[in-house]
């Protein structure tokens, strides 16, 4: 079946700090990627997608590059901001699964000044 | 555009006491629906999905079921609430097969 793994949080940095969120999955045939951000006591947003392999998603100076070669959606951003403290969950979706999203247990960010 | 409801934002219930949460998609047709669990500290856990009216998949067995009275409309509900079912619940819906899925604010439900 499908699953994520994520890295185990939380992941303290400092304001303007390199981020990087390791996500795996596997996944028979050619799955879509998904990276969401929750704010606290808020539901989930999309943060970026890919849907075929070596697409880059972005969005907010976040990044993730579909890797089929080592199955990976690594999230990152180049310098965060203290706003960016939230809980980021990999996802993924596999057709012929009824448009199930199978999500990662989610990676805690904490940024701090 | 399209834009998903979910209400209430909190709630607090007594053990036994009934639960209904509603959730409602506007400007969609014909959407895939779905009910999560987020328990504290935890990740997302599917409870129902429903494909179309009246068509509830249970993806794991609980003291919750759900329902679909109308196209754009998904109920959870309980008849009697256990402490365990305290936790955030997430609507969320989706259209094609491999489109993302669209969350509501959640329901944060605290069972005494």
């Known amino acids: 079946g499908n699953s994520v793994t994520q890295m185990e949080g939380p992941v303290t940095l400092s304001e303007e700090a390199f981020l990087t969120i390791n996500c795996t999955y596997t996944?028979?045939?050619?799955?879509?990627l998904f990276w969401y951000v929750q704010y606290p006591g808020e539901g989930l947003q999309l943060l970026l997608k890919a849907t075929k392999a070596d697409d880059k998603g972005s969005n907010k100076g976040f990044e993730a590059t579909y890797r089929k070669e080592t199955t990976s959606f690594h999230l990152e951003k180049g310098s965060v901001q203290v706003s960016d403290s939230a809980v980021y969950f990999c996802a993924l979706i596999n057709t012929g699964t009824a448009s199930k999203l199978t999500f990662g247990t989610g990676t805690r960010l904490q940024v701090t000044l | 555009s399209q834009t998903i409801h979910q209400w209430p934002a909190t709630l607090v219930q007594p053990v036994g006491s009934p639960l209904s949460l509603e959730c409602t998609v506007e400007g969609t047709s014909n959407p895939n629906l779905y009910w999560y669990r987020q328990a504290a500290g935890r990740g997302l856990q599917l409870l129902f999905y429903s494909v179309g009216i009246g068509q509830i998949s249970s993806e794991v067995p609980q003291n919750l079921s759900a329902s679909r009275p109308q196209d754009r409309q998904f109920i959870l509900s309980s008849k009697k609430l256990l402490l365990s079912d305290s936790g955030f619940y997430l609507c969320a819906w989706k259209v094609q097969s491999n489109s993302p899925l669209h969350f509501g604010n959640g329901t944060r439900l605290t069972v005494t």
């Open positions: 996944a028979t045939g050619y799955p879509s």
